[in-house]
């Protein structure tokens, strides 16, 4: 008897184990961008193939954050149009809207010309799989962004989903993005501050001749 009541709870035991690492498990899903929008125009075409599910729409924001490293007023444009409604204001950058004042005070905290130079031009490609601080934040191409969910994610039926995003560098933690999904079946970032968190400059180039 005694046997058997022992039985039963490693059974349960077991069950138990087996359930929580289920519920656990990372959903894996890796975006792949064919190339980074050249204008505003481009970015709202690839947006409307990829951000039909929120780890798209994620990936297309990483898009914009690469623009900004490379073209600042192409790269405002493209987060304008690549976040939520609640996050933009009325302002000159596209179609009489620009991004509001809690996006703008990390832009601004994080502008080019301090002392982490032109952040975005390398801190937007730690999102990139096999880009790092080591190898100069060079991927290769096409682009691919590695996201996950869990099951605190959310639920796509009630419209809002938490994303998380990896950071291609040994030892940092993926960063959370939360996802809406606007009237045309859009997904835009509504929460993205863990994306301004910093990342180790590029490591310099040596000469070995």
Request: proline share 5%.
């Amino acid at each position: 008897m005694k046997t058997k009541h022992t039985l039963n709870i490693a059974c349960l035991l077991l069950i138990f184990v087996l359930g929580a690492s289920h519920t656990s498990i990372a959903q894996n899903k890796v975006i792949t961008l064919s190339k980074v929008p050249a204008s505003p125009e481009e970015f709202i075409q690839m947006r409307n193939n990829l951000s039909r599910t929120p780890e798209g729409g994620a990936a297309m924001f990483i898009a914009a954050l690469i623009n900004l490293g490379k073209n600042e007023k192409l790269g405002m444009q493209c987060l304008t149009i690549g976040i939520d409604q609640s996050q933009v204001t009325k302002g000159n950058v596209y179609k009489g809207y620009k991004p509001g004042r809690g996006v703008m005070y990390h832009l601004n905290r994080l502008k080019r010309g301090g002392v982490r130079g032109n952040f975005w031009g390398y801190a937007a490609k730690a999102y990139l799989k096999g880009s790092t601080h080591k190898n100069g934040y060079t991927p290769s191409k096409p682009y691919k962004v590695v996201t996950s969910r869990n099951k605190y994610s959310g639920s796509e039926a009630k419209g809002r989903v938490k994303v998380y995003i990896d950071v291609a560098i040994e030892g940092f933690r993926p960063r959370p993005i939360s996802m809406k999904r606007n009237d045309k079946g859009i997904w835009k970032a509504i929460e993205f501050s863990s994306m301004f968190l910093d990342v180790p400059k590029p490591g310099k180039k040596t000469d070995d001749l």
